[in-house]
């Protein structure tokens, strides 16, 4: 049987990745889920430091200054919240990315982490897949210089550089909202937003629309990337809103 026990130590590098590649810390005292975390960003080419409490991670935050920092709400000694909250007060901390990993779903809750400076809320059990489509996501707004110029869906992808989008190897032909609006979806992949959160982030806060414009613009867009035999990616979701997803 294979020595388990090889892990590297928390808060200790796992592999020989450059140093330029992107730094996640995981702070997270659930052994399995950590384990699950790390493959997955490591998968996805994520250079990952690991703490079991909140202590152990502010001060890995304060030595390492990763780009990203994966922080459950409940853990031992200092909470993800307080230690949030402290990250925020501290000028060269406070730029670095957050997203908060909790099994509390209340709407005061989310609020409450989004108050004390996280970028993004992830509720427990999340999918990996949708979480390494919000790590991508806050990463890209955090550290633009990080980013991917191509976003990948399936068999859709976005060239961020030339604004070129292709559908199954096709040109699909899209206009400036509609580019836009795909963009938002691509990064945030998974994930459910209303017509209203749509307007904030593709049109933004400062623009007068009516929400029922989204659903014109939506309908342009699926026009222009449900191309002859593929699968409609966008999924309406009754009362909720939209979400790049394929149906079922």
């Known amino acids: 049987m294979a020595d388990r026990a090889a892990r590297p130590a928390a808060g200790r590098e796992t592999d020989r990745d450059p140093a330029n590649r992107p730094t996640v810390l995981v702070v997270e005292d659930e052994p399995a889920l950590l384990a699950l975390l790390r493959y997955n960003l490591e998968s996805e080419g994520y250079r990952v ?25 409940m853990l031992p000694f200092l909470s993800g919240i307080e230690v949030c909250r402290q990250m925020r007060r501290l000028p060269d901390l406070k730029s670095i990315a957050v997203i908060m990993l909790t099994a509390k779903s209340e709407e005061a809750d989310k609020l409450r982490g989004l108050e004390v400076g996280a ?58 909202t509609e580019f836009r609006l795909l963009r938002f979806l691509m990064e945030n992949q998974g994930r459910v937003f209303s017509r209203e959160q749509l307007l904030d ?47 079922g």
């Open 49 to 73: 430091l690991e703490a079991k409490n909140g202590e152990e991670g502010l001060t890995l935050i304060r030595e390492t200054k990763p780009d990203l920092v994966l922080l459950d709400w």
């Open 119 to 176: 970028d993004d809320y992830v509720t427990k059990p999340f999918s990996p897949s949708e979480l390494m489509a919000r790590v991508k996501a806050v990463l890209r707004r955090a550290r633009p210089q990080l980013s991917t110029e191509t976003l990948t869906y399936k068999d859709l992808s976005m060239d961020l550089a030339t604004h070129r989008v292709k559908r199954m190897d096709k040109d699909v032909h899209l206009g400036p």
């Open 201 to 247: 982030h593709v049109w933004g806060r400062d623009i007068y629309v009516e929400p029922r414009t989204v659903d014109v613009h939506i309908r342009r867009l699926r026009k222009a990337i449900n191309i002859e035999g593929a699968a409609d990616v966008i999924r309406t979701v009754r009362a909720a809103g939209y979400s790049l997803d394929v149906e």
